[in-house]
C-alpha cells in the first residue's frame, strides 16, 4: 500500500472510530464515516464492504495508537520501573483526553460480540511483554511465575476499567502512582514498589507545581 | 413463576418437550437460566434469543415468558446464580481452623474448579457480566468483586508492616487473576484454570507478603494441586 493511500486508510478509519464514538458501534454507518472522512465513497466501500470488518480495523486503529503513545511513554524512562511509570502516565493521559473513546476501548465495542471482546482481551494482553525487564530487575528471574507479567497488566486493567466504566477516564492520570504500585509489585515486592509508588507521586506534584 | 409440573399439559408442540442433552437442570426455570449460560457462552448475550434459550432448554416461548419478563432478567439470573455458587465456594474454603493465608489459597482453589466445572457460566459472570451485558448485570458483576475483595481485605492484619499500600492494591490484586482467567475462557480452556492456582495466588499475595513468602504459598498450592488434598 502506498504512503498516500496508507494515509487515506488511516483518515477513514479515523472518521469510523468518532463516527463509533458519537453513535456506538451498533449505529454506525460506513456511508456517514466516509463523508465525515471527505471520500465520496465507492473506492472505500470496495475496501470496506462488510460493516464488521470496518468496525473492527478503526478498532485496531484506536488499539495500535494506544499501545503506541505507552511504548513511546516507556522510552523515556531511564531504568524498567521509571520506564514502566511513564508509559503507563502516557497511556492514562491518552484514555482521559478522550472520555467517550475510552469507554469505546473498554466496553461498547467488546459489547457487539465474543469476537470483539476476544480483540479487547488481545489487547490487554499486548501490554505484557512491556514489563518483562522487571524479571530480571527482581533477581528472582524463573522462580517468578510464568504469568506474573499478565496478572500485572490485568491489575491495572481491572483499575483502569472501572474508572473508565464510572465516568472517571478523566481522572486516571491522577491515579497513576496507585496503579504502578499494582503493575511493579510482583516484580519488586511490597516495599521496593511502595517506594516506587511514592516517587510517583512526587513527580506528579512537581509537574503539578511547575504547571501552576 | 410456574412449576414444571403445572406447566407441562399447556406446552406446544411435541418437541419443545424434548431436553437437549446438555441441559439436566430439574426445573424448568434452572432449566432456562442453564440455556441462558450455554448459549451464551456459543454467541455472546448480544446475540442471544428468547427463542434459542427457550428452545435449547425444551420449552416454549410462553414457558419462558412465564419464568421471566424478558431476555435481561434471564440473563442477570444466570449471573446471579453462578455469583451466589462462586461466594458459597468461596465461605466453604473460609473454614476457621485455617490461616488467613491458606483461606485464600483454598478459596481461590474453590473458584477455580467451579469455573473449569461451569464454564458457561463462568463466562457469563466473568465476561458477558462485565462487557456485552446491561447495566444490571454489571452491578452483579461488581457485587461479586467487592465480596472477594472483603476477603482478600483480611489480609491486611497479618500483612507486612510500614508498606503503604493504595486501597486500589485489592481491586488489582483480583483483577490480576481475572486476567488469566478471562484468557483461558476466551481461548477454549476452561479445562486448565485450576492449573494457574499458583501463579494466581502469588500474585494476590504479592502485595501483602515478602516476595519470598508469595513464592513459599505459591509452592503450597502446587503441591495441593498435586495432591489433590
Known amino acids: ?212 | 413463576m410456574s412449576s414444571q409440573a403445572a406447566d407441562l399439559p399447556e406446552r406446544g408442540p411435541q418437541e419443545t418437550r424434548i431436553l437437549p442433552h446438555d441441559i439436566v437442570a430439574p426445573s424448568e426455570r434452572d432449566r432456562l437460566i442453564e440455556a441462558m449460560a450455554l448459549t451464551c457462552a456459543e454467541r455472546g448475550y448480544a446475540a442471544s434469543s428468547v427463542e434459542e434459550v427457550a428452545r435449547r432448554a425444551g420449552v416454549s416461548r410462553r414457558d419462558f415468558e412465564e419464568n421471566f419478563a424478558d431476555k435481561a432478567e434471564c440473563g442477570t439470573a444466570a449471573v446471579n446464580q453462578m455469583l451466589a455458587d462462586i461466594t458459597a465456594a468461596a465461605s466453604i474454603a473460609y473454614a476457621p481452623q485455617y490461616s488467613e493465608w491458606e483461606k485464600i489459597l483454598r478459596g481461590v482453589r474453590a473458584l477455580l474448579e467451579l469455573m473449569a466445572a461451569r464454564p458457561s457460566f463462568a463466562g457469563l459472570a466473568q465476561i458477558e457480566a462485565r462487557q456485552g451485558m446491561g447495566p444490571e448485570a454489571y452491578e452483579l458483576y461488581t457485587s461479586g468483586i467487592r465480596i472477594l475483595e472483603a476477603m482478600l481485605d483480611r489480609l491486611q492484619a497479618n500483612a507486612l508492616g510500614g508498606v503503604a499500600r493504595p486501597p486500589s492494591a485489592i481491586r488489582g490484586a483480583i483483577g490480576g487473576a481475572e486476567a488469566l482467567i478471562r484468557r483461558e475462557l476466551l481461548a477454549g480452556r476452561p479445562e486448565r484454570l485450576p492449573e494457574l492456582l499458583p501463579d494466581i495466588i502469588y500474585g494476590m499475595l504479592a502485595p501483602y507478603l515478602d516476595q519470598q513468602e508469595a513464592l513459599r504459598y505459591a509452592g503450597l498450592a502446587r503441591e495441593l494441586l498435586n495432591d489433590g488434598g
Open chain 1, 1 to 212: 500500500m502506498s504512503t498516500s493511500t496508507q494515509f487515506e486508510r488511516e483518515r477513514l478509519l479515523d472518521a469510523m472510530l468518532e463516527e463509533m464514538v458519537v453513535s456506538g458501534p451498533e449505529g454506525v454507518e460506513v456511508e456517514t464515516a466516509l463523508r465525515r472522512a471527505g471520500f465520496d465513497g465507492e473506492e472505500w466501500l470496495a475496501e470496506f464492504l462488510d460493516e464488521d470488518t470496518c468496525l473492527f480495523a478503526a478498532y485496531a486503529q484506536l488499539t495500535e495508537r494506544l499501545a503506541r503513545r505507552t511504548g513511546e511513554g516507556c522510552a523515556r524512562g531511564e531504568d524498567w520501573p521509571q520506564r514502566v511509570r511513564c508509559g503507563l502516565e502516557a497511556l492514562l493521559q491518552e484514555l482521559a483526553g478522550r472520555p467517550a473513546a475510552a469507554a469505546l476501548l473498554i466496553r461498547s465495542f467488546p459489547a457487539l460480540s465474543p469476537a470483539a471482546r476476544g480483540r479487547y482481551q488481545e489487547f490487554v494482553e499486548s501490554f505484557a511483554p512491556l514489563l518483562a525487564g522487571g524479571r530480571e530487575l527482581s533477581g528472582m528471574g524463573a522462580e517468578l511465575p510464568v504469568e506474573v507479567e499478565l496478572f500485572a497488566v490485568g491489575a491495572a486493567e481491572a483499575i483502569v476499567f472501572e474508572e473508565i466504566e464510572a465516568g472517571r477516564a478523566a481522572q486516571l492520570p491522577a491515579l497513576a502512582p496507585a496503579i504502578l504500585f499494582s503493575l511493579l509489585v510482583p516484580f519488586l515486592g511490597p516495599e521496593a514498589a511502595s517506594a516506587e509508588m511514592q516517587r510517583a507521586s512526587e513527580v506528579a506534584e512537581g509537574k503539578d507545581l511547575e504547571a501552576a
